[in-house]
Every structure is written in C-alpha cells, then in structure tokens.
C-alpha cells in the first residue's frame, strides 16, 4: 500500500487535493479530523485538545489502513498537529513528538502558500508572513525526518496535476 499525506498550512487546498487523489485511485481518504473535534467543543481550544486530536487523526488512519489495499491519502497527520502546537503554543506535547516519529507515509504532499487565504470560523492565520513562517516550519520539519515529500502549488487542475506527477514518480519506485 502507497501511503500519501496531504500537508501544509491552513487554506492551502488540503481537503480538496485529499478529495480529488482518493476520487483519482478510487481509494479512501482520511478526512481532517480536527474539523470534526473542534466543532463540537464551544469554547477555545487548548493544548491538550490538540493532542485529542492528533490521537483521533492517528486512529482514523490506523482505521483506513484496514480498509485500503493500493493507496491511503490523509488529509493532515501527525507532523500537522506537530507545527500547530508548536506554533500556537511555543511546545510540542510528548505524544504528538513521539507519533510523529512512528508515523509512516511513503510521500508526504506539502500544500504551498501560493492559493489565497479563505476565511473559515476554525482558520486564524490570514497574514502572509505567519503563513510563510509556518510553511518554513514545515519544510524544515520534512527535512529533519528526512522524509520523502514534494511541494504542489498551483490553482485547480495544476495542483492536481502537481500531486499526481510527484505520486507518479512515487509509483514507479514501488
């Protein structure tokens, strides 16, 4: 099984590009599950919630990957919930650390900053210098873990055409 996560900063077109690779390969996705934890809370959300969230994210794709036998796409995982806390918070709690380290996804597919920011009531980074500041934090997260990723960019079907050609190349590997 291929598995592809689908990383970046917020409003970068993460749930779309995870929709529009699952519908490509006729495979699953895993959704975000922060949408789902976040709208059932009415108050800010704090750092513990985020690790809930990183441990409902961690158990839907530990699910999906019973379920799938080619391809696995997640949209966000564990290295998300890592720049979050980090970013929000100024610290990384040990769970979310430690799963980031256990975690596996043959490709990780990192969202570029180059689609405009679109508000949305879970969504509070707007200004494009957190948004380059948190892009960075990424790539250099991806770096550190030596992980095998490619940045997609582009509008629409270039995006999703960006993904594919980086997948492509993934397959042919395999």
Not at 73 to 93: H, L, R
Not at 115 to 129: G, S
Request: charged content about 25%.
């Amino acid at each position: 099984m291929i598995k592809i996560a689908i990383i970046g900063p917020e409003s970068t077109g993460k749930s779309t590009l995870a929709e529009q690779l699952a519908q490509h390969f006729g495979c699953p996705f895993v959704p975000e599950y922060s949408r789902i934890y976040l709208a059932d809370i009415c108050r800010p959300y704090n750092v513990d919630d985020v690790v809930a969230i990183a441990e409902g994210q961690q158990r839907m794709i530990t699910e999906a990957e019973h379920t799938s036998d080619d391809f696995l796409i997640a949209d966000t995982e564990m290295i998300v919930n890592k720049i979050w806390t980090c970013y929000v918070f100024g610290c990384v709690p040990p769970f979310i650390e430690q799963a980031v380290r256990r975690q596996h996804f043959d490709l990780y597919l990192l969202c570029d900053i180059d689609l405009e920011w679109h508000y949305d009531p879970l969504r509070e980074n707007p200004d494009l210098n957190e948004r380059k500041t948190i892009f960075a934090m990424y790539v250099e997260e991806l770096q550190t873990l030596d992980a095998h990723y490619h940045i997609v960019s582009g509008n629409d079907e270039a995006r999703l055409q960006c993904a594919l050609k980086s997948i492509e190349g993934l397959h042919k590997t395999k």
